[in-house]
């Protein structure tokens, strides 16, 4: 038997493709984080106005009101974070400490109007109307809403001080306040 | 005087002397190969950060963000597999007016083992690759050096961002 030395090969080969692309892989970590909407008003510049003697101390208008210049308060670094916000006022008239009921020809309250600006177009503000009784003395406002997140001044300006009925004030302490108050709008709210 | 002589013969045929045969073999090589690859076992997650600004004056809050943290899971079987990382800043769709920030930038940076990458979402597009080899494990995802663009008020509303973690094989040639 002629046998012949023999070599059978079989090559089972796997082999990558020559310089395969290799895909990458991603992994993700969303970050989610909120804002909650809302308003801060800055510190006022006073806190209290003090409007001193109220009646003219002499002339043809003694013991009536006198002219008071307007006062301004200034509420710096006031801002809304968020879209369609309003400022609105709550005005209360000047009444006297007394709240006695005054006898005819005399006032216990004086009215004043305040006004903000500062905020959105045009202004926002209250009439106070309190009779010389001092009754009704509140009145509110709101103005028109600002359409964007707003940081600004705003400033509150107190007006145009009457007595009802230009009556003559009774004596005494008199004491009022304005709240300012910042927040969403609320539809048909604008004064 | 006769004698007798014997000569004997060995009775048995020896067998030729052995032929001189050669063993022939037939070989089956195996091959194989393994590309190289890396894969994700938890691939995504949520950082959930709450409020993210300062009640007392409406910025941000940046104890919020630093320090929060995620961990995905992947391995790569490959020596000279890389590591990226691609942060995306927080925002939010509301245009930001004058004094407003609608922006959250911050450092992500991902750790597996000793090997790190990071990115800032102050600027597009990932960070440097990091050689991260063969792994298995935890790739640790942490947010760092939070701020906004103008140090702002931030604007009311939903902020969203994401970091992305990039795992890349190398290529290879032959098997």
Same mark, same amino acid.
């Given at each position: ?23 990458? @892989? ?27 003697q109220l009646s003219a101390a002499s002339g043809p208008r003694t013991g009536r009101v006198a002219v008071i210049p307007p006062q301004t308060v200034t509420l710096p670094g006031s801002f809304c974070n968020f879209a369609g916000s309003a400022v609105s006022i709550s005005a ?47 009145? @509110? ?48 709210? @604008?004064? | ?6 000569? %004997? ?5 020896? #067998? ?38 300062? #009640?007392? +004056? ?6 919020? &963000? ?10 790569? +079987? +490959?020596?000279? #597999? ?21 922006? &959250? ?7 597996? =083992? %000793? ?7 102050? $600027? ?8 991260? =080899? ?5 790739? &640790?995802?942490?947010?760092?050096? #939070?701020?906004?663009?103008? +140090? ?15 795992? $890349? ?5 032959? =098997?």
């Amino acid at each position: 038997m002629n046998c012949k030395y023999g070599l059978a090969l079989i090559a089972l080969v796997a082999l990558p493709a020559t310089a395969a692309a290799q895909s990458t @892989e991603s992994g993700t970590v969303d970050v989610v984080g909120t804002v909650r909407s809302i308003c801060i008003l800055g510190d006022p510049t006073s806190a209290l106005v003090d409007l001193g003697q109220l009646s003219a101390a002499s002339g043809p208008r003694t013991g009536r009101v006198a002219v008071i210049p307007p006062q301004t308060v200034t509420l710096p670094g006031s801002f809304c974070n968020f879209a369609g916000s309003a400022v609105s006022i709550s005005a209360t008239a000047l009444t006297a400490a007394d709240a006695t009921n005054p006898q005819a020809g005399f006032a216990r309250a004086v009215n004043y109007t305040a006004t903000a600006t500062g905020w959105a177009a045009g202004a926002s503000l209250a009439t106070t109307g309190a009779a010389r009784d001092g009754t009704g003395p509140t009145a @509110e406002g709101t103005g028109a809403t600002q359409p964007l997140p707003q940081v600004a001044d705003i400033s509150l300006t107190l007006s145009s001080f009457t007595a009802p009925g230009d009556q003559i004030l009774v004596s005494g302490n008199y004491s009022g306040n304005v709240i300012v108050t910042l927040g969403p709008a609320i539809a048909g709210g @604008e004064n | 005087m006769r004698k007798l002589i014997i000569l %004997s013969a060995p009775l048995a045929l020896l #067998a030729a002397p052995a032929m001189a045969q050669t063993a022939v073999d037939g070989t089956v090589d195996i091959n194989g190969s393994v590309a190289g690859r890396c894969m994700f076992i938890v691939p995504n997650k949520t950082i959930s950060l709450g409020e993210i600004s300062l #009640a007392s +004056n409406g910025k941000l809050d940046v104890s919020k &963000v630093n320090g929060r943290s995620e961990t995905l899971t992947g391995w790569c +079987n +490959n020596t000279t #597999a890389a590591m990226t990382v691609t942060a995306t800043q927080l925002t939010n769709a509301t245009t930001a007016p004058t004094g407003f920030d609608n922006r &959250v930038d911050y450092t992500a940076t991902a750790v597996t =083992g %000793s090997t790190s990458a990071n990115d800032s979402s102050v $600027t597009a597009g990932a960070g440097s690759a990091s050689s991260v =080899g063969l792994f298995s494990g935890d790739i &640790v995802v942490t947010l760092s050096n #939070a701020s906004t663009p103008n +140090n702002g008020l931030m604007v009311a509303g939903t902020y969203n961002g994401n970091v992305v973690v990039t795992l $890349t094989p190398t290529v290879t040639v032959g =098997g």
